[in-house]
């Protein structure tokens, strides 16, 4: 095999092992995730692990960017191919909630899992979920403005208010489809930004009905 | 001492016990709350702990009942003395804020870091905290169909969509303050649910402007 071909071998183990890290996580949380767990979970021996990650914070750092990667793919990609604005914005909602219900990770939401478990400890991991949600926050913000600037929203519509509630309406339906009222939660989330969005569209057709 | 004297002795330490779990769990989930961490968190011995719980399961059951209690003394008690209808509505939501702002636990709320840990993992503990969340937003859909009954919110609220936003809006407060934006989290949860209810009360006056 040439050397590019051992590369491009070993970056496909790489992909395959952090994709199942995060499926785990999203689960168990980052917690339980030490080189043993997942070489139980993977099949792969604990010194070819060790070959990709030296210890265990490595791997979580490497498994938060990944699931980043994945939710800018499967989520922020498909709203950008919506028109810039309002329609944007709620299709980002739209795509989140198509990610949770097609039931993408196990345990529905990496994010959701590891926030609750690193909100409060210090340290590398929480600086790295703290910058991805400064990101996912900015991004939603600068939809907003968009959507203000092109005259979709009202001019009084808050960035930083309106993210705080597209996320927790968003967020919330893990624990509640869960725990409590199964896809009923998906259906209030998306009635809930549609119902936030169209009261400050000036437009509201731009938006669907319900 | 009386054989009263000790079993309120009993009552005491264990209802300190308890209260060290759930301020433990509030930080680092329940699933940590084995009863070797707890013994060194208490510094009550493995032995002593084993007189009040079997096991680790009994003990976070337990916990978990402390938890529902302590909520509904601090959050739904003071909203109880507010009037009926859509004041006791908002009274609940800023009990809530309180409880969060005042740091009533290390880890801001036990509920919303042991849901994340049990959402996937089926058993008792599971069960249990299903039923409370069952309860709650019981609690909630009661509150809001009372403030439709007494003309305080307009006849089409409906009281399981307006319990799952109210629930977003308030349990999103503590990642988003622990991870991101601070006390800013706590003002951009009052304000949601205030110009939600606002929107759909008949007579917004019930309520402060902001």
Not at 52 to 67: I, R, T
Not at 86 to 96: D, G, I, K, Q
Not at 151 to 160: H, N, Q, R, T, Y
């Amino acid at each position: 095999m040439t050397h590019d071909g051992r590369r491009l071998r070993g970056l496909r183990s790489r992909e395959t092992i952090l994709r199942q890290a995060v499926e785990l996580s999203s689960v168990e949380g980052l917690d339980g995730l030490s080189l043993g767990r997942l070489a139980t979970a993977t099949g792969v021996s604990k010194s070819g692990l060790f070959a990709h990650w030296p210890d265990k914070e490595h791997l979580q750092l490497d498994a938060v960017e990944w699931a980043v990667r994945q939710w800018t793919e499967q989520v922020v990609g498909p709203a950008m191919r919506a028109p810039a604005g309002v329609r944007r914005l709620f299709a980002l909602h739209e795509a989140r909630l198509t990610f949770y219900r097609d039931g993408v990770l196990p345990g529905g939401c990496f994010f959701f899992a590891v926030q609750a478990e690193f909100d409060d400890r210090p340290g590398a991991v929480r600086d790295r979920l703290s910058r991805s949600m400064r990101e996912w926050q900015g991004l939603i913000r600068g939809m907003v403005a968009e959507a203000v600037t092109l005259g979709e929203l009202v001019d009084d519509a808050d960035p930083a208010q309106l993210a705080f509630e597209i996320e927790a309406l968003g967020e919330m339906v893990i624990v509640h489809s869960r725990l409590y009222d199964g896809a009923q939660a998906l259906v209030h989330s998306r009635r809930a930004v549609l119902a936030r969005l169209r009261a400050l569209c000036p437009d509201p057709e731009l938006l669907p009905e319900d």
